[in-house]
């Protein structure tokens, strides 16, 4: 089985002059859970070749078992620096997308029309689609044929407005990721700040922090045995 992983593009942090990227520890974990479990992964980014990684991920507060794995895993770096482009993707190729977080995904991902499309296509052939953190913001775009958000009336978390507010980046983000799924008619819930929480809702599974990555991916795991 192949899972697609779909990573930003994205390394700018607003006007503040600061990089960001993708979160490592919401690649890292299911990363390992999937190949770990004997799923072939495969990594896009709008751009292809480099994904960048967000400056802060790399913090010592933020690593994880999973982190340092990825750090002295030179053929998981490769492929970080080495992805494929996102327009040369389908869904037929693939079991399950996942997206992972960090705040970049917030300026491409969720306007990119290619990924938009990927979903519904993951979706609509009745494949998993995961997302992490800041990644259910990649939804913001994506309609079905009626008009309708693909979130509206479905159970879904993300980055909590209060741990935006604990990192200090409401006023830079794009948007909140807890009011955009609320405002696109998401059944949005949440745990206290960096616990974790992770949502089902037929194939729609996210989670709301990096600590809930795993969660999301082991779900996944289980529903595609």
Same mark, same amino acid.
């Given at each position: 089985? =192949?899972?697609?992983?779909?990573?930003?593009?994205?390394?700018?942090?607003?006007?503040?002059?600061?990089?960001?990227?993708?979160?490592?520890?919401?690649?890292?974990?299911?990363?390992?859970?999937?190949?770990?479990?004997?799923?072939?992964?495969?990594?896009?980014?709008?751009?292809?070749?480099?994904?960048?990684?967000?400056?802060?991920?790399?913090?010592?507060?933020?690593?994880?078992?999973?982190?340092?794995?990825?750090?002295?895993?030179?053929?998981?770096?490769?492929?970080?620096? #080495?992805? #494929?482009?996102?327009?040369?993707?389908?869904?037929s190729d693939f079991d399950a997308i996942f997206y992972p977080?960090?705040?970049?995904?917030?300026?491409?991902?969720?306007?990119?029309?290619?990924?938009?499309?990927?979903?519904?296509?993951?979706?609509?052939?009745?494949?998993?689609?995961?997302?992490?953190? #800041?990644?259910?913001?990649?939804? =913001?775009?994506?309609?079905?044929?009626?008009?309708?958000?693909?979130?509206?009336?479905?159970?879904?978390?993300?980055?909590?407005?209060?741990?935006?507010?604990?990192? =200090?980046?409401?006023?830079?983000?794009?948007?909140?990721?807890?009011?955009?799924?609320?405002?696109?008619?998401?059944?949005?819930? =949440?745990?206290?700040?960096?616990?974790? #929480?992770?949502?089902?809702?037929?194939?729609?599974?996210?989670?709301?922090?990096?600590?809930?990555?795993?969660?999301?991916?082991?779900?996944?795991?289980?529903?595609?045995?």
């Amino acid at each position: 089985m =192949k899972i697609l992983f779909v990573v930003t593009s994205h390394d700018k942090l607003g006007n503040t002059g600061h990089k960001t990227g993708f979160w490592v520890e919401e690649f890292a974990a299911p990363y390992y859970k999937f190949t770990d479990a004997g799923y072939e992964v495969v990594v896009a980014t709008p751009k292809g070749g480099q994904a960048p990684i967000d400056p802060n991920s790399e913090a010592p507060s933020a690593q994880t078992e999973a982190t340092k794995r990825y750090y002295n895993d030179a053929k998981v770096q490769d492929i970080i620096a #080495h992805t #494929h482009k996102l327009d040369e993707m389908n869904a037929s190729d693939f079991d399950a997308i996942f997206y992972p977080g960090g705040h970049g995904p917030l300026w491409d991902l969720a306007n990119d029309t290619k990924s938009a499309q990927l979903i519904l296509d993951f979706y609509n052939a009745g494949k998993l689609v995961g997302a992490v953190c #800041h990644a259910p913001g990649v939804f =913001k775009n994506v309609k079905f044929e009626n008009g309708e958000s693909f979130v509206k009336g479905k159970d879904v978390t993300g980055f909590t407005n209060t741990e935006e507010a604990a990192v =200090k980046l409401t006023d830079v983000v794009p948007f909140l990721v807890e009011d955009e799924l609320k405002n696109l008619g998401g059944n949005y819930s =949440k745990t206290d700040d960096w616990g974790v #929480h992770v949502v089902e809702d037929g194939l729609l599974i996210t989670g709301q922090n990096p600590a809930s990555s795993e969660g999301v991916a082991e779900k996944m795991i289980a529903r595609l045995k």
